[in-house]
C-alpha cells in the first residue's frame, strides 16, 4: 500500500530537541518532500485588487539563474486555482503572505489529492482548506458541493463566517454571477428553517456539526450526491468523540471517496502513520492521501512563554487571583476542568461558576467576566463568545469546550486553573494564544497546581517538548 507523508517525524531520534534547542532544520521535511510548486505564468502576478497585493507584485523577484521563482503571496500560490474574486476579499481580509502550511498544502491540495493536514494551532488550517473548498464549487449549481464537519457549534460558527466573507461579491458582480452560499448547520440551530432553505436551493457550503448533519441526512433533507470536498476538522477529536460511528457512515455510506477530495485537519494527529494507513483500507480516502506535517519537532507556537506556579488545593483562587493582578493580561482565558456527574449528583455548584463569582467579587480588573461552558444554552454560549470577540479586553473563564479550533486573536494569557486532562489538551489550550501568524510577541500558558500535579505536567512537557518555568507568587 502506497503512503505517503510531507514529515520527518519517523526519522527522527526518541530523544527531540526542545524548541529552546532551536531545530537545526525545522521546515527540512517540506523542503525535502515537498518540491516547490510551479504556479508562476508570464502574466501571473497582475492584480488590481488590494494596494498591499499591487505592492508585492511590483517586487521583483530574485532566483538563482536558470530556477523557477518561489511564489511568495498566496494569490501566486492560489491564482490559477482560486476565483479572482475569492481571492480579491481574501487579501482584503488581510490575507497576502502564505503562513507556512498554506505554502505547503495548498500546491498539494490543488493537485487534487486528498490530505490529512497536521500543523500547529493558530497555523491558518481554515483559511488552507477553504481556498481548497473555493477552487472546487461551482456558484452557478444548484446543489452542496463542499461539507466542513467541525465537533462544536462555536467552531462551526467561526468557519462559517470566514467562508461567509471570502465568498461575498462586490454588489455589481453578483448581477452577474451569484455567489457561493454557506450554511451553517449547527447543533442548535433552527433546522426547521434549513430544511425549507435545503428544499427551496441547497446551499454551495455547508458547515456541520455531526449530529445535526446526521439529523437532516436521516430526515433525507439533504443530498450529497454532489458533493466535490469533505473536510473533517479537528479530526483527531471526531473521532474519540461519541459520534464516531457517525462519522464513519458518512466517509463511507453517504458519500464516496471516487467523487470527492478528502481533507482532515487538525494540530494533533496522534499515531499519524496509522491513522494514514487507516484512511486508505477503510476507504476514507484515495490511495494517493498524503500527511502533511509542518514543523513536526514543534507541536506547540514558539512564542509561547510557559509557566507553572504550585500552590494548596485550597489557595487555587487567590492564586489565580494574584497572578491576573501581576500579568494585568488585556485578554485572558482561563481554563477549568468539567464538573464529574458525581459532583452534579451531589448538587454542587461547578467550580466554573464558583470561580466567577470569586473573580467578579475580589478582580476589578476587567468590566465584563464571561462564561462559556457546555452545560450554557446555545443563546448564552453564543452572547458570551459574541462579547467576547467585539470587546478589546476580556476574561473568559471555560471549559474545554472552547479548546478546539476557537480563534480570538487578542489572547495573549492563557491559564489552566485545573491542569488539562491530556498532553493534547495541554496543546489545545495552549494553542487559544499565539494565534498571529506573523507576530513573535511573547504569550503566556500558565498552570496552577498542587505539588502532587507536577509530575502529570512534566509529562506534558516531555510529549510536547517545551519547557515550563516555576513562578513563585
Ligand atoms: N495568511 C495569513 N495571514 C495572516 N493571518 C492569517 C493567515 N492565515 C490565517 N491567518 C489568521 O491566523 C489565525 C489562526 O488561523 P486558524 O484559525 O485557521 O488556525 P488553525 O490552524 O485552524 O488553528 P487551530 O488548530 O487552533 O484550529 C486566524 O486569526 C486567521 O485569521
Known sequence: MATATLSATQLLPLSLPKPSQKPRHANFPFQSLNPSPRLFSSNGFVSNCSPIQAL????????????????FTLRQICQSHVP???????????????????????????????????????????????LLVFSIVNARRSAVQALIVVPTRELGMQVTKVARMLATKPKEDELEQKSCTVMALLDGGMLMRHKSWLKAEPPTIVVATIGSLCHMLEKHMIKLEAMRVLVIDEVDFMF????????RKLLTSYSSINTRQTVFASASIPQHKIFLDKCIQQKWTKNDA??????????????????????????RHETLLSLLQS??????????????????????????????????????????????????????????LSEVRQGGSYLL???????????????????????????IDYLHRAG????????DKKCSVTSIIISKERFVLEKYENELMFNCEELIV
Open 240 to 247: 474519540s468523540s461519541k459520534q464516531v460511528s457517525s462519522l
Open 397 to 423: 473563564v471555560s471549559t474545554d469546550i472552547a479548546a478546539r479550533g476557537l480563534d480570538l486573536p487578542e489572547t495573549t494569557h492563557i491559564y489552566n486553573y485545573d491542569l488539562p486532562r491530556t498532553a
Open 84 to 130: 479572482d474574486h475569492v481571492l480579491c476579499r481574501m487579501e482584503e481580509l488581510g490575507f497576502v503572505v502564505p503562513t507556512p502550511v498554506q505554502r505547503q498544502a495548498l500546491p498539494t491540495l490543488f493537485s487534487g489529492r486528498d490530505c490529512i493536514l497536521h500543523a500547529q494551532t493558530g497555523s491558518g488550517k481554515t483559511l488552507t482548506y477553504l
Open 327 to 384: 500579568d494585568a493580561p488585556q485578554s485572558a482565558i482561563v481554563f477549568v476542568g468539567e464538573q464529574s456527574e458525581k459532583s452534579k449528583k451531589a448538587g454542587n455548584a461547578p467550580s466554573a461558576t464558583l470561580l466567577i463569582n470569586f473573580l467578579k467579587a475580589s478582580y476589578e480588573g476587567y468590566s465584563d467576566i464571561l462564561l462559556l461552558e457546555e452545560d450554557m444554552n446555545f443563546n448564552s454560549r453564543a452572547a458570551s
Open 56 to 71: 508585492l507584485n511590483s517586487t521583483p523577484i530574485t532566483t538563482e539563474a536558470g530556477s523557477e521563482p518561489e511564489p
Open 432 to 439: 487559544r494564544t499565539g494565534r498571529k501568524p506573523f507576530s
Open 290 to 315: 498524503i500527511h502533511v506535517h509542518v514543523n513536526p519537532v514543534e507541536p506547540m507556537p514558539s512564542c509561547l512563554h510557559h509557566r507553572f506556579v504550585i500552590c494548596l488545593k485550597n489557595r
